[in-house]
């Protein structure tokens, strides 16, 4: 076993598949943690997870979550206190609503293992900009 402790740092480690900030946090064995951040005005790429599923909770600013399985399809209003999951299979896409960055935790189980690990799917809305759509 061993100790890790750091604090959230300025500018971010690397941009996920769905082009959120992402921020390494921490990982035991079998999770892992980071925070994620998205600037105003954005939405990401829709995805989709080979093997992992995740856990939310929501920091700062506000966001709409799309989550779509075999048998359902919703949008979730998200905001700071709330949590969400991502269950292994579900397509899944959020957009930044408001004039704030949105911030969120992500535990990840199993540990992230890299970029392949996520895949583009059709979403609810255009990656980008939404300013002007």
Known sequence: MSWDA???PADYDELAPDGSEIRF?????GASMVHCALAAGQATQAVRHRTVEEMWFCLAGAAQVW???????????????MAVNIPLGTDFQFKVVGPERFEFVIATAPPWPGD????????KWPAGSQEHR
Not at 67 to 81: H, L, N, Q, Y
């Open 116 to 123: 392949a690990e996520a895949f583009a799917v059709d979403g």
């Open 67 to 81: 989550r779509r399985s075999a048998t359902a399809e919703e949008v979730t209003d998200f905001s700071p206190g």
């Open 6 to 8: 750091r604090v959230l």
């Open 25 to 29: 946090l921490t990982r035991v064995t």
